[in-house]
């Protein structure tokens, strides 16, 4: 049976005996490393399917679902076109002066980054909540001064802005002190150029965008079915998105004796994870009506420059 966040430190808690304040934050980081760790060991998937958007003419990249994890194809539904993957640097060297050029889309890329946009110019950076009782928390800004890396903290005053004592031209990172009630966004230029908007539980502004390659002139809907990102547990009352507790427990005490120096006592927890873990996967792939097939694709000679 599954259970809670809050259930499973308790019971990481109560096997090496130890209620320490710094005990049960590591233990915290144990069971996301662990939840983590299965999850990329059975290929979890959640496909959302439904998820398009429309294009605007002249404009190249946007910004994807913050659950977005891979896509799985990427189609161009006004015109019945699939589209082909590419990445930016390999656009950029093969065609150096024609990468920015409008057209007919065929190709597309996916890119991380840690800001939606940045200033059009130089700018001080806004920082408003959407909740008044946002106070105490602060935003760390880093990025471009003068040609010179610098960094500021700028405190929370709730729905009141507050500004950044800089002028950025180039915005690299945004992290926030903890959590926060409502949401943190960011803008430049007077409020003209979004830079980031951060939820309450999530402490550091990334983006995933997909770019379009050509240009699009017109508007288009395009269809990107994808696999969905699982998020770390943070509440007491989280749950995993699979009954995997118990595992994650085990996995979880392991890293809790080797942190108290108990080495012997992690390696027999260690063992029965592996062990476990093995057996979760035996479980979930053994299913006797499973048919593995293999779909060849064609050479796309038409597409390869």
Same mark, same amino acid.
Do not use: C
């Given at each position: 049976?599954?259970?809670?966040?809050?259930?499973?430190?308790?019971?990481?808690?109560?096997?090496?005996?130890?209620?320490?304040?710094?005990?049960?934050?590591?233990?915290?980081?144990?069971?996301?490393?662990?939840?983590?760790?299965?999850?990329?060991?059975?290929?979890?998937?959640?496909?959302?399917?439904?998820?398009?958007?429309?294009?605007?003419?002249?404009?190249?990249?946007?910004?994807? =679902?913050?659950?977005?994890?891979?896509? *799985?194809?990427?189609?161009?539904?006004?015109?019945?076109?699939?589209?082909?993957?590419?990445?930016?640097?390999?656009?950029?060297?093969?065609? =150096?002066?024609?990468?920015?050029?409008?057209?007919?889309?065929?190709?597309?890329?996916?890119?991380?980054?840690?800001?939606?946009?940045?200033?059009?110019?130089?700018?001080?950076?806004?920082?408003?909540?959407?909740?008044?009782?946002?106070?105490?928390?602060?935003?760390?800004?880093?990025?471009?001064?003068?040609?010179?890396?610098?960094?500021?903290?700028?405190?929370?005053?709730?729905?009141?802005?507050?500004?950044?004592?800089?002028?950025?031209?180039?915005?690299?990172?945004?992290?926030?002190?903890?959590?926060?009630?409502?949401?943190?966004?960011?803008?430049?230029?007077?409020?003209?150029?979004?830079?980031?908007?951060?939820?309450?539980?999530?402490?550091?502004?990334?983006?995933?965008?997909?770019?379009?390659?050509?240009? =699009?002139?017109?508007?288009?809907?395009?269809?990107?079915?994808?696999? *969905?990102?699982?998020?770390?547990?943070?509440?007491?009352?989280?749950?995993?998105?699979?009954?995997?507790?118990?595992?994650?427990?085990?996995?979880?005490?392991?890293?809790?004796?080797?942190?108290?120096?108990?080495?012997?006592?992690?390696?027999?927890?260690?063992?029965?994870?592996?062990?476990?873990?093995?057996?979760?996967?035996?479980?979930?792939?053994?299913?006797?009506?499973?048919?593995?097939?293999?779909? =060849?694709?064609?050479?796309?000679?038409?597409?390869?420059?």
């Amino acid at each position: 049976m599954n259970k809670s966040f809050s259930t499973m430190q308790t019971n990481v808690i109560n096997e090496v005996m130890d209620t320490s304040t710094a005990t049960k934050s590591i233990i915290k980081e144990y069971i996301n490393a662990r939840y983590f760790q299965i999850l990329r060991a059975v290929n979890w998937q959640s496909i959302r399917s439904d998820y398009t958007f429309d294009t605007v003419a002249s404009t190249q990249e946007y910004v994807l =679902p913050d659950d977005f994890g891979k896509e *799985i194809m990427v189609v161009d539904k006004t015109n019945g076109v699939e589209l082909v993957k590419t990445d930016l640097q390999r656009l950029i060297m093969d065609l =150096p002066d024609a990468y920015e050029d409008a057209g007919s889309v065929s190709k597309y890329y996916i890119r991380e980054d840690t800001v939606r946009d940045q200033p059009s110019s130089a700018s001080v950076i806004r920082v408003v909540s959407s909740s008044a009782s946002d106070t105490t928390q602060t935003v760390l800004i880093r990025g471009i001064v003068n040609g010179v890396e610098t960094s500021e903290s700028v405190t929370l005053t709730g729905t009141t802005a507050a500004n950044s004592t800089n002028s950025y031209s180039r915005v690299k990172a945004i992290s926030k002190s903890a959590n926060t009630t409502g949401y943190i966004t960011l803008t430049s230029n007077s409020q003209a150029i979004t830079i980031a908007v951060l939820a309450p539980k999530v402490l550091e502004a990334r983006y995933k965008f997909i770019g379009l390659h050509y240009i =699009p002139t017109t508007t288009l809907t395009v269809g990107v079915p994808y696999i *969905i990102k699982p998020l770390p547990l943070t509440e007491d009352y989280d749950y995993p998105i699979i009954d995997i507790a118990d595992l994650i427990e085990v996995g979880a005490k392991a890293d809790a004796w080797r942190y108290k120096r108990q080495f012997a006592k992690a390696n027999v927890f260690e063992t029965l994870f592996t062990s476990q873990l093995s057996e979760y996967i035996w479980d979930k792939e053994n299913d006797p009506n499973k048919v593995i097939q293999f779909n =060849p694709s064609i050479f796309d000679r038409d597409n390869l420059y």
